[in-house]
């Protein structure tokens, strides 16, 4: 089989329903509302979303990271703004559940974390919260792209989106690519919007792609690394320019280095107690990158 056969393949034994149903929308024809219908079984009758949709964190309560997470796939169907699901997720939001109104922001960390098995990076300290927007940046992005002008919610979002931005601008260039590809959100969907800085937001941004990106290609799948998947997902994208050579020799690697089940690796651990979760996470994750790569490779016209 080849490169595209032995993924799909991976993905009709081994995925989870939800990366399924974006594997048949991307590649089979099949439905955004099949998509949608999936991610329903994450989101919480608060409108919030948890129950392990980021694998990394079996938390079944709502939370504003995994929450971020949701909007990346309604992103990816082109869900519309009266979906239930949508409108939902908009009440989380206006709701103030979660958000530290001392920072301004929405933590990455929640105390319930720590009821649930979980990456030791998503375990809930006091005073441990580094408050960078991350998941701020994303969920006021989500706003701006989705909420009315003139609702309350849209107001938080705005004034959340001007706040992050100040910020950062105001900070020393980091190659962080959780934040910067935030931030790419939120200069995507607040085009348009009232947002001062945005243009110096803009050239911060394509200032800090070209440091994210680790460009030995030996660390990649065993180490955690930024790569070009990480910010791009095809030669369309405008950040292509500024890493083009990274992003070829991605693709040459993603070809050459697919495991025989037809997945890719899972460069990261745990690292603590719960090493027989970690196992099914890994699973969970594999069918994401699976369908991140597949994706990428299409789109540089490499399968």
Known sequence: MNTYEKARAFMYRCARPLELALWQY?????????????????????GGFGHALEADNWNSHSSPLTTQTATEILYAVNAPADHPIVQSTLRYLDSGADFDPVHRQWPGSIPSNNEHPRAIWWSYEEGKEGFNYNPTAGLAAFILRYAQPDSPVYARGLALAREAIAWLLRQEPQA???????????AEFGRGHDLPGYAELTARLEALVPMC?????????????????????????????????AAQAECDFLLS??????????PWKWWNEYTDEFAVAAVWWKGHIVLKHILYLKHFGRI
Not at 223 to 230: A, G, I, S
Not at 231 to 245: R, T
Not at 257 to 266: I, K, T
Request: proline share 8%.
């Open 176 to 186: 962080d690519k959780h934040m910067v590809y935030l931030f790419q959100r939120l």
């Open 26 to 46: 991307h590649f089979e024809g099949g439905s955004a509302d099949s998509v949608l219908h999936a991610l329903s079984f994450y989101q919480n009758e608060d």
């Open 257 to 266: 280095n697919q495991l025989p089940d037809g997945s890719w690796p899972v």
């Open 213 to 245: 990106v680790c460009t030995d290609l030996s660390k990649y799948g065993v180490e955690y690394v930024d790569r070009p998947t990480d910010l791009i997902d095809g030669p369309e994208h405008p950040w292509y320019p500024l890493i083009a050579e």
